[in-house]
């Protein structure tokens, strides 16, 4: 099990070294803001165009890519008529909400541990595709649709979403996929070393971000919250198996990998969403802390069982 514990630890001790730096007052106020908004508009855009275009673009028609994207589709559904008709939940809030139970880990957490537990990280490929082709540029358009100032016409809304730097990068790195170029060195190692710190700054803004706040699941949203929680530790593996086991027959690693894949944490980039829009930001960094914590027993059983 070293390879899974090595990845949670890796991820603690850099969101520990966030929460020590904003104890010793070493950033100062609002350090958490100006992170997110640079990692919003520079560092993540540059790690979604390298994971793309890098990314075989076939693996998104895997029998395992098809169970993730069922998971993950029925996840969306299920909090939102949960925390939209009984919780009564509206706009940017219900939005992110979904993202939270649905919204995976992929990146940074979902590469070690598959490789340790079925060999590589192959299965994480069309996830990374689905979330940044497809739910990212989908929830921005709600976000800057249910966030957007008074006053904007619709072509400013229907290409809201292609000028956002994420989705940007997105749409290059699939450009780069889809026609096999190549940047020129001069270009490709200064977009690299903007995207190495994508992950870093996402955890230590998740880390300035827990200084002073209340223990997770005290604050306003704790019914939306801990309906995330359960959809994305225990909702989310428990339907990839039915799905993958029952309706599709994978077996072994093949049927391990996209249970993995669904049974990883919220992804620390739908904390940057939030904080970029300004909306349901306690409730996604809740969500992001604890299911991260619920992950590691979920994971090392699986591991266990299926492996």
């Not at 690299?192 to 209340?214: C, E, K, W």
Request: net charge positive; aromatic share 6%; hydrophobic share 60%.
């Amino acid at each position: 099990m070293a390879g899974v514990l090595t990845g949670f630890v890796t991820l603690a001790a850099v969101v520990l070294l966030g929460y020590l730096l904003a104890r010793g007052g070493v950033l100062g106020a609002g350090a958490d803001g100006v992170l997110s908004r640079l990692t919003f508009f520079a560092a993540t855009p540059a790690l979604m165009y390298r994971t793309v275009s890098e990314a075989q673009v076939a693996d998104v028609f895997s029998t395992g890519a098809l169970v993730n994207v069922i998971t993950a589709a029925v996840l969306v559904l299920v909090h939102t008529l949960v925390a939209g008709l009984v919780l009564r939940q509206r706009g940017a809030a219900l939005t992110l909400g979904a993202l939270t139970a649905s919204y995976v880990n992929a990146g940074n957490l979902g590469i070690p541990i598959l490789v340790f537990a079925v060999g590589d990280a192959a299965a994480i490929a069309p996830v990374l595709l689905l979330q940044l082709l497809v739910m990212v540029p989908v929830s921005f358009a709600l976000l800057d649709t249910q966030t957007g100032r008074r006053g904007v016409s619709l072509t400013q809304t229907l290409t809201m979403p292609v000028r956002n730097p994420l989705v940007i990068g997105v749409a290059l790195g699939l450009l780069v996929s889809l026609t096999g170029a190549t940047l020129p060195a001069v270009v490709a190692l200064p977009v690299d070393l903007v995207a190495d710190m994508a992950i870093p700054l996402m955890l230590i803004a998740f880390g300035l971000s827990l200084r002073g706040a209340p223990l997770p699941g005290r604050g306003e949203g704790r019914a939306s919250l801990w309906t995330a929680v359960a959809l994305k530790n225990l909702g989310g593996p428990a339907l990839a198996y039915l799905l993958g086991a029952h309706a599709f027959g994978l077996t072994g690693d093949d049927l391990l990998g996209p249970v993995i894949v669904a049974a990883l944490p919220t992804a620390q980039n739908v904390f940057v969403y939030a904080m970029r829009y300004g909306r349901a930001v306690p409730m996604v960094r809740d969500a992001i802390l604890l299911t991260s914590l619920g992950c590691v027993p979920v994971v090392l059983v699986l591991v266990g069982v299926l492996g």
